[in-house]
């Protein structure tokens, strides 16, 4: 046997069809915008060449300026490299991230 329903009150069946066509709605943005923010937080990166007497330290300062943290943006350069050590060879390319 089918069920019949039978809508009772109009203005009740509105604000219930409206509540639910706006959770979809922000549903769909939040998910629409996480994924366009996860797609965008990918890293970019700069190539540097080291020159003789270069530190990661100088490095840092020279690319970030004095207004960074100078230990964070060490950091995130041995980071980037896979670097174990402080150490650099001349003419060593390492990578440099845009941002801190």
């Not at 797609?39 to 207004?67: C, F, H, M, R």
């Amino acid at each position: 046997m089918k069920k019949h329903y039978k809508i009772v009150s109009i203005p009740r069946f509105t604000v219930f069809v409206i509540t639910c066509t706006l959770i979809l709605t922000l549903t769909v943005i939040f998910a629409v915008n996480f994924f366009r923010a996860n797609a965008e937080s990918e890293p970019v990166y700069k190539n540097v060449t080291v020159q003789q007497g270069d530190s990661l330290w100088t490095i840092a300062k020279e690319q970030y300026g004095g207004g960074a943290d100078i230990r964070q943006a060490v950091y995130e350069i041995r980071h980037a490299n896979d670097l174990t050590s402080s150490s650099l060879r001349e003419g060593q390319i390492i990578r440099i991230p845009e941002s801190v």
